[in-house]
């Protein structure tokens, strides 16, 4: 069974950046598309990121376009989101899910993923 683990959020002033790391144990992650998701307060949880089996292809939600970069290193069994220029409303509790596939290159932010890690939480404020 996958099970993922969240690490990397913190509190961060506003344009500042985190790096946040999803770690897989129980199953290699290359057979796996990777989506990071976010939660806030009140709110209902978001897609922001979505990393295929291979890596080749990522697609964004619109409000992290050009500030996010979502990654991965299948032989660590890890990926990875990279967050920059942060904002406040950026504060979330983050979180990563797995999908099994048999595509390399496909990733949608509104598949049903799988596994989920507990979450780690991102906070931006001065």
């Known amino acids: 069974q996958l099970q993922l683990v969240e690490s990397g959020g913190d509190l961060v002033q506003p344009g500042g950046s985190l790096r946040l790391s999803c770690l897989a144990s129980?199953?290699?992650?290359?057979?796996?598309?990777i989506g990071w998701f976010r939660q806030a307060p009140g709110k209902e949880r978001e897609g922001v990121a979505c990393?295929?089996?291979?890596?080749?292809?990522?697609n964004y939600a619109d409000s992290v376009k050009g500030r996010f970069t979502a990654s991965r290193e299948n032989t660590k069994n890890t990926a990875y989101l990279q967050m920059n220029d942060l904002k406040p409303e950026d504060t979330a509790v983050y979180y990563c899910?797995?999908?099994?596939?048999?595509?390399?290159?496909?990733?949608?932010?509104?598949?049903?993923?799988?596994?989920w890690g507990q979450g780690t939480q991102v906070t931006i404020s001065s």
């Open positions: 899910a797995a999908e099994w596939t048999t595509v390399q290159s496909v990733c949608r932010l509104d598949w049903t993923f799988a596994a």
């Open positions: 129980g199953l290699s992650l290359d057979i796996y598309a």
């Open positions: 990393i295929s089996r291979s890596g080749r292809s990522i």
